[in-house]
């Protein structure tokens, strides 16, 4: 079946400390990968995407690329801010596997402190 | 441009009550999705409604759980009989089309006491 790994938190930085959160999946056909973020007490709001492989989804100073030949699609910011202390989820779809809805990792939450 | 809008946004109920969560997809979308959030857990897929017609229910629990998305209205995820591993945030996402990007509304946070 498809799955999504991502790393285990809280990951904690300082202000303007370069972010790498990383994110592999397992899926039986050709997904599209999303990164959404998610801000306490609120719903999951998509932050980016890319529905091919060697595609680079981009917002707001993060970006990911989808790397087919690791499965991977980590994701980087140059210099985060203490506005995106949030929990992030790896998410893919339309992997085939029967289900139609997305299949999500269990999400890292990110620490910035000042 | 009205998003994803779900009520009640915090819902509490003893065991054994019913518990009904309603979502409005964004204007225009007539595909909807379900997701229950367990604590420190990520998004699991219930099930999937396009207008009148349940498509992927993959995800529901065999018994007590049941969603309806009617011609008119909000679609309904009802919850019979609820117990305290109920208890979880449950998340709707609507999009335009099958397999496009899925936009979430903030929530029910179900508490089942």
């Known amino acids: 079946g498809n799955s999504v790994t991502q790393m285990e938190g809280p990951v904690t930085l300082s202000e303007e400390a370069f972010l790498t959160i990383n994110c592999t999946y397992t899926a039986t056909g050709y997904p599209s990968l999303f990164w959404y973020v998610q801000y306490p007490g609120e719903g999951l709001q998509l932050l980016l995407k890319a529905t091919k492989a060697d595609d680079k989804g981009s917002n707001k100073g993060f970006e990911a690329t989808y790397r087919k030949e690791t499965t991977s699609f980590h994701l980087e910011k140059g210099s985060v801010q203490v506005s995106d202390s949030a929990v992030y989820f790896c998410a893919l779809s339309g992997a085939g596997g029967g289900a139609d809805g997305l299949t999500f990792g269990k999400g890292t939450h990110l620490i910035i402190q000042p | 441009n009205a998003g994803v809008m779900q009520n009640p946004r915090h819902l509490v109920r003893r065991r054994g009550q019913e518990a009904r969560l309603r979502c409005s997809p964004m204007k225009g979308h007539s595909h909807v999705y379900w997701y229950r959030q367990l604590p420190e857990e990520g998004l699991k897929f219930m099930v999937y409604l396009q207008k009148e017609n349940i498509i992927d229910e993959s995800g529901m629990p065999k018994e007590r759980f049941s969603a309806e998305f009617p011609k008119e209205g909000p679609s309904i995820l009802r919850i019979q009989q609820v117990v305290r591993g109920d208890s979880a945030a449950y998340f709707c996402?609507?999009?335009?089309?099958?397999?496009?990007?899925?936009?979430f509304g903030p929530g029910t946070r179900l508490l089942v006491l």
């Open positions: 996402a609507s999009s335009l089309n099958h397999q496009e990007t899925q936009y």
